[in-house]
């Protein structure tokens, strides 16, 4: 690849840990919009600097502060926004194919990801620069079709399912204002959990499906907040490849190393 | 297999804690976020150990006695050790303490009471 050719967005190796980290680190966030914002810089970051991780331990921490400034760390933070270059010709194109499987694969789930929520920042009546929303939609297109055409479905399947948690928490309308007494889990939490169950193997499914909601119904009726139950849901679904590894072993009769 | 940990068991500090949590009362049943708060894991991470354990033969598990419908809530699906891994639970706690005493890593020593 040549200097001038347009940059490649690079996802690391480490991506599905650092996916389930910043999916657990946005569901921390109550504010919808921060928690948007967020996710695109996130994207951004992870596509210059590499260190999702870092910036998923980032939000943690911003997230976690009771004095009230992650908005505006937030809003200096969304100066660094940055989206990769259009492409422009087939040698683009040629780049991503001869990438690593991971690479790849989590290069679909970051721009499908930043699809959504550029479409609903649009429905809001948000002001955003054309040539960028057209460049991460045709950006997302080109990945999944290549995507798609190389690999089997096995592991897209099960990034996808991550993207598809993710979307959960970006549709999520924040709705911890109303009242005061929780006795039902919230939303969000459910479908997180719903989520997580979904990751395990068909068969155990219906057992931690009820498993799940049964503690989070518990957490709910001892009074837990809505965002301890999103932060229970949340650690379940960054955990569900474990359960699952453990799940498998049992069917063969093995072990997990 | 008496002696030393099974193959597939890794003693992390996180499967120390929560045998540790349930050794407290060997014979008492607990759900999953009750065994989470009685080893004070966060919440949400226990079920690949209970899990690792129940497919070791340590731990059994089955779904309480109760109507979904009268309780108002699904049903808790309750743990508990069986004999024989109790007794593997202690000596392999007894075999990780000692390695995790000498790199200072030993873990608090646990409330014997859980959740009501």
């Avoid at chain 1, 780049?95 to 789930?109: G, K, N, Q, Y």
């Avoid at chain 2, 089955?62 to 000596?91: C, F, K, M, N, S």
């Amino acid at each position: 690849m040549k200097a001038s050719d347009p940059p490649v967005p690079v996802i690391d190796s480490e991506g599905p840990a650092q996916i389930r980290e910043l999916v657990l680190a946005l569901a921390f966030i109550p504010d919808p919009d921060i928690r948007a914002q967020a996710l695109e810089q996130g994207f951004a970051l992870h596509t210059d600097s590499k260190d999702l991780a870092g910036f998923g331990r980032l939000l943690l921490a911003l997230a976690a502060d009771p004095s009230g400034t992650a908005a505006g760390i937030f809003d200096t933070m969304l100066g660094i926004l940055t989206i990769p270059e259009r492409p422009r010709n087939s040698r683009f194109r040629d780049a991503i194919f001869d990438l690593p499987s991971d690479v790849a694969l989590h290069t679909v789930v970051g721009l499908a990801i930043v699809h959504a929520r550029l479409g609903r920042l649009i429905g809001r009546g948000c002001s955003l620069d054309l040539g960028q929303i057209l460049l991460v939609m045709r950006l997302f297109f080109a990945f999944r079709d290549l995507i798609r055409a190389r690999f089997s479905g096995k592991e897209l399947e099960r990034d996808m399912l991550i993207a598809r948690g993710m979307f959960q928490i970006l549709n999520y309308q924040d709705d911890s204002a109303r009242g005061t007494g929780v006795r039902r889990p919230g939303a969000l939490a459910g479908r997180l959990a719903s989520a997580a169950a979904r990751l395990l193997p068909a068969e155990d499914r219906p057992r931690y499906q009820e498993e799940f909601r049964a503690e989070l119904v518990d957490l709910a009726q001892g009074q837990s907040s809505r965002q301890a139950q999103v932060a229970y849901a949340s650690r379940l679904l960054a955990s569900a490849w474990q359960l699952r590894a453990e799940l498998r072993a049992l069917r063969r009769g093995g072990a997990v190393q | 297999m008496m002696n030393g940990k099974p193959p597939g068991l890794r003693m992390t500090l996180a499967t120390q804690l929560a045998l540790r949590a349930m050794l407290a009362e060997p014979t008492r049943e607990m759900y999953g976020l009750q065994i989470c708060q009685a080893a004070e894991l966060p919440s949400g991470t226990i079920h690949p150990i209970l899990a690792r354990l129940e497919r070791l033969g340590w731990l059994e598990s089955h779904w309480e006695d109760a109507v979904p419908q009268e309780e108002g809530r699904p049903r808790r699906r309750y743990y508990r050790l069986t004999e024989d891994g109790a007794e593997r639970a202690r000596i392999a706690l007894a075999q990780a303490t000692t390695s995790t005493a000498a790199l200072g890593l030993r873990p608090r020593p646990r409330p014997a009471s859980g959740l009501a």
